[in-house]
């Protein structure tokens, strides 16, 4: 049975461009590993959508990885993980093992023992109150505060960063009040680690920014280990799936992945 599952693929999946970052950090770090991706570009961004469209969505696409065989699920977008995570869980009972990409972070910022963290994130991430109650459940003394980013996943999504005009948004965003004297800003959403650079230069490199890239492998190495799930076999051709093509996604996605991509346009609704 090792062997069969094994080799299968792992399934990552976000609304946008915003998981790839994800599957980049797991490109890296698992090499032997197929991916299987899926960006769900005629819904995004989440982030506007409700709580049960989302849930909807996560489901949708849950279903279509599971049909690509896929060992492992990583849900690279803050607001399904905030949204859609429980309900996966509950959905798929054991079929497969879940990731979400809220609670890695979650933890490093108690083992780090940051005092006074500022998030940045979508509507919907933010609303949920997810990262707030998490930390605060494990430390009270973690002092949260949220910001609703709402410009930042479309600039991104149309190739406006690093330039100009991210400058000017993140400017306006990163100046909040909120985030006067903070230990370390989250960047919760999947997107936001292509403008770490420019909000790191905005703090003047004085304070810890951190996304889930930096802590979600270390959470698929352990189920890897855990379940001996590690691939021992050759690996097959990554695959990448958009519920509607975009210029925007096939540009990203030649950013993190040198070899040549075929973008498979799969209507699953």
Not at 74 to 94: P, R
Request: charged share 30%; aromatic share 10%.
């Amino acid at each position: 049975m090792k062997e069969v599952l094994s080799n299968k693929p792992i399934g990552i999946f976000d609304s946008g461009v915003g998981g790839l970052t994800v599957a980049n950090a797991v490109h890296k770090a698992f090499p032997n590993e197929q991916i299987v991706y899926f960006g769900d570009t005629a819904h995004l961004p989440y982030g506007d959508k409700s709580a049960d469209a989302i849930r909807y969505y996560s489901i949708k696409i849950s279903k279509f990885l599971l049909e690509q065989e896929c060992k492992m699920i990583i849900i690279a977008c803050n607001s399904a993980s905030s949204a859609a995570y429980e309900v996966l869980l509950d959905f798929f009972k054991e079929k497969c093992i879940f990731i979400n990409v809220v609670d890695p972070l979650v933890k490093a910022v108690i083992d780090r023992g940051f005092k006074k963290v500022g998030v940045i994130a979508t509507k919907a991430t933010v609303r949920s109150k997810i990262y707030k109650h998490k930390i605060e459940a494990l430390n009270q003394n973690v002092l949260v505060n949220q910001l609703a980013t709402p410009l930042l996943v479309p600039m991104i999504e149309e190739g406006f960063y690093n330039d100009e005009i991210s400058d000017s948004v993140l400017n306006k965003y990163l100046g909040d009040k909120r985030f006067k004297d903070i230990d370390a800003l989250l960047l919760a959403c999947t997107h936001y680690p292509l403008i770490k650079k420019e909000i790191k230069d905005f703090f003047d490199q004085k304070i810890e920014v951190l996304d889930s890239t930096d802590v979600v492998v270390d959470e698929i190495k352990h189920y890897l280990l855990k379940n001996d799930l590690e691939n021992e076999q050759a690996k097959k051709e990554n695959l990448f799936y958009v519920s509607d093509f975009t210029k925007s996604f096939e540009e990203t996605t030649k950013i993190f992945f040198s070899e040549k991509i075929e973008l498979r346009v799969e209507e699953i609704w």
